[in-house]
């Protein structure tokens, strides 16, 4: 989670003399962002013609709203949007939306002859019909010419229906509904827009209950094209797990249920405490500032950060290499800090919304586990609030206990916000103490959801507290062939893969890795030497040795056998040897495969290496 920004100045008081974060400068273009700077705001849009460019970007006043004539008597009135565009998230665009209301055909004045005719001669050429409007109507007229030109050249969607069709359309396509939610009023009948807003707000239409579990299962299918990883390297600032889609996701269900999306309003609820309020205000600023820059230099609208675009846009936001770290390094590990924020924002929400809302009259189904943990309605939560400070040890025994249970679907929303209130109790005593490493230890021996509580661990910040040199390489990137995550995802996903291997649905197309895993004595060696494979990228030097260092400190920590320990640290010694050799030399070379063999030295060596390796 991204730690609370340092608010000095506001966007109203820096944007008028401060050149755009975009904007080439002599000089650094801003401070070195970290972790707990605040990204400069987001430069209103240029003038829709010509296309912008990065080099043309000033901070310069946003363009008036547009506005039919001020006779009231020509027109009805019109309103500009509540928000600027720059200012609010951009959900409507993307999904199938409502094009500004048209006045109904009943409150038109009847058609004449030369209207009702759809042929236009030379004599009587088109133009003719904007020399009978007044001077005011055809300055307006024209405003509406570049609106749609600006709307057509951006591919924007548009929809135009009746009343009756808007309501039969949103209430069979719950995207329809989400973009007619969203609706801005730019221009027309203020009338119409009201009877759209009150057909709308019907409760008839998306209850708020059918309205959470349709937007639920959206966003779960919308994460499994992603595999539910919110570290691509690759990532789409939109779509991905994390990004703005899951944001907008919280924030439209509780406008559904609650008539406000104001994140000041959703702490009164109950629904963000006040340092996710934080977390999800900082986190939306600096994706928007992202995404406007990604826009602007791409030349059209691109949401994935491609690695074309990464080393130039951070170049842009101002991220300066380091003796450490290149820029851009620096600006995707703030990107993935915020993601990984974001996201844990979103299920907090969505979790708050299921327990506290949906589930408020139900009789909950409660099941004791032990003097520190029950089961409510198949969710784990603390019996009460001083569990943690009373028995630290219960940070880790609470995803020991998930791990040894099929029956647990997650973790309730306090109990979440309970662990990370608590991450101070993880320091260098409880990390040696005996208990805490026999229940680590037993995590990784458990049978079930072994890299679902890792991956837990890792989301509330227990991992990291507990391993400081896997907090390392949380959102560290590597940019190479073999790996599309960040270290710390990747390590997730190798983990589960050799789990996988357990299963017998893996004997038919992985045989040798299922006949090997199956045959392993002990398969938390395998999982250390997992866990540590890659740990020590990031630092200089050989990641390999680095991270054997590391993980033999972490074998004796855990009281492992000095056989054990040796293993493991071969093991994560030698994690590209197998590869290495398969790829680059030539296996039916005797003499390959004695050298391999000489390495290796016994059967159980080969058959840890290639279950890692595979």
């Known amino acids: 989670p991204v730690p609370a920004p340092t608010e000095t100045d506001t966007p109203s008081s820096t944007a008028k003399d401060a050149p755009s974060p975009l904007e080439p400068t002599s000089g650094p273009l801003i401070e070195p962002v970290g972790p707990n700077a605040e990204p400069p705001p987001i430069p209103p849009p240029a003038t829709p013609a010509p296309p912008p460019s990065l080099d043309g970007l000033t901070a310069s006043p946003p363009r008036r709203p547009l506005h039919p004539p001020t006779e009231p008597e020509t027109r009805e009135g019109s309103a500009a949007p509540e928000q600027d565009a720059a200012e609010k998230a951009p959900p409507s665009v993307e999904a199938p939306g409502v094009a500004p209301p048209q006045a109904p055909e009943t409150e038109s004045a009847p058609p004449t002859e030369e209207s009702a005719s759809p042929v236009t001669t030379p004599e009587q050429p088109a133009e003719a019909a904007r020399r009978a409007l007044t001077p005011d109507e055809q300055a307006y007229e024209a405003e509406l010419d570049a609106v749609v030109d600006l709307l057509t050249r951006g591919r924007l969607p548009e929809a135009r229906r009746r009343l009756a069709d808007c309501k039969a359309e949103a209430h069979k396509d719950i995207t329809v509904a989400t973009a007619t939610y969203e609706r801005r009023f730019l221009a027309g009948s203020e009338k119409l827009s009201a009877r759209l807003d009150r057909i709308m707000a019907s409760k008839r239409l998306w209850p708020s209950d059918r309205f959470f579990k349709a937007k639920r299962d959206e966003q779960e299918a919308r994460h499994a094209q992603y595999d539910n990883v919110e570290y691509g390297l690759e990532p789409n600032l939109k779509s991905s797990p994390g990004g703005l889609r899951d944001l907008q996701t919280a924030m439209w269900i509780f406008q559904r249920h609650f008539g406000t ?194 991956t837990r661990m890792r989301r509330y910040g227990v991992l990291g507290r507990y391993l400081p040199e896997f907090g390392q390489i949380i959102g560290q990137m590597q940019h190479d062939l073999f790996h599309i995550y960040t270290v710390d995802a990747h390590t997730m996903m190798v983990i589960r893969n050799m789990r996988r291997f357990h299963y017998r649905s893996s004997e038919e197309h992985y045989a040798v890795a299922y006949h090997c895993v199956r045959n392993l004595p002990k398969v938390e060696l395998l999982y250390i030497g997992g866990l540590y494979h890659d740990i020590g990228k990031g630092r200089g030097g050989d990641h390999s040795n680095l991270g054997a260092v590391d993980a033999v400190a972490f074998c004796r920590r855990h009281g492992l056998t000095d056989d054990d320990t040796q293993l493991v640290e071969w093991l994560v010694k030698q994690h590209l040897l197998m590869s290495s050799v398969a790829q680059r030399k030539d296996i039916y070379d005797p003499d390959v495969i004695l050298e391999f063999a000489t390495e290796v030295k016994s059967e159980r060596r080969l058959d840890y290496l290639y279950a890692l390796t595979v």
């Open 261 to 454: 999306q104001d994140p000041k309003d959703l702490e009164r609820l109950g629904a963000l405490s006040s340092q996710e309020r934080v977390w999800l205000e900082d986190g939306r600023r600096f994706l928007w500032w992202v995404r406007y820059g990604l826009h602007l230099l791409a030349g059209r609208k691109e949401d994935r950060l491609q690695f074309e675009y990464q080393r130039s846009l951070a170049e842009r936001l101002g991220f300066a290499d380091t003796d450490a770290r290149l820029g851009v390094e620096r600006f995707m590990s703030l990107y993935y800090e915020h993601v990984l924020a974001l996201r844990e924002v979103n299920d907090i929400v969505l979790q708050y919304f299921d327990e506290s809302i949906l589930r408020q009259r139900e009789k909950p189904a409660i099941e004791p586990i032990n003097e520190r943990f029950q089961i409510r309605n198949n969710y784990i939560e603390i019996v009460r609030n001083e569990v943690f400070s009373e028995t630290p040890s219960a940070l880790l025994e609470i995803f020991v206990i998930m791990a040894n249970r099929r029956d647990i679907s997650g973790v309730r929303a306090e109990t979440i916000r309970a662990i990370r209130e608590h991450l101070h109790l993880i320091d260098d005593a409880f990390r040696e103490d005996p208990t805490n490493t026999r229940l680590f230890m037993d995590l990784l021996k458990a049978p079930y959801t072994l890299v679902s509580q890792l």
